[in-house]
């Protein structure tokens, strides 16, 4: 989906986004590397985290962040804030939680959203 960022998102707040994820992967990674932790929070990194910031980075890049994957609408920017990787927005993003419980703890939940 193509927009205007004048829409709702300024160049500004995108730029400051795709840092914020760029420094989350590099913090990630150089976890990764250096520190040793249980294998289901590695396994976690490395399939849905690392992923869920490299789409992220995907849909600024084809000026496609900031709307919803499902519904298309504006995801509101507190939560673009507060999880610049979330691809939906929290209305559907709790729906599918609802069509698809999870065993994950809360930890590894939030990364998902």
């Given amino acids: 989906m193509d927009y205007d960022l004048s829409d709702?998102?300024?160049a500004t707040f995108i730029e400051a986004r795709r840092q914020?994820?760029?420094?989350?992967?590099q913090?990630?990674?150089a976890r990764l590397a250096t520190e040793d932790m249980p294998e289901a929070q590695r396994t976690n990194l490395i399939r849905v985290v690392l992923p869920n910031i490299m789409a992220a980075l995907a849909r600024?890049?084809?000026?496609?962040?900031g709307y919803c994957s499902d519904c298309e609408e504006p995801i509101l920017q507190t939560r673009l804030e507060l999880r610049p990787e979330s691809p939906r927005c929290v209305h559907c993003q709790q729906t599918l939680d609802r069509q698809n419980p999870t065993d994950l703890p809360r930890e590894q939940l939030l990364w998902r959203r």
């Fill in 27 to 29: 913090s990630i990674h």
């Fill in 20 to 25: 914020q994820l760029l420094e989350r992967e």
């Fill in 8 to 10: 709702f998102l300024t």
């Fill in 60 to 65: 600024i890049h084809v000026h496609a962040y």
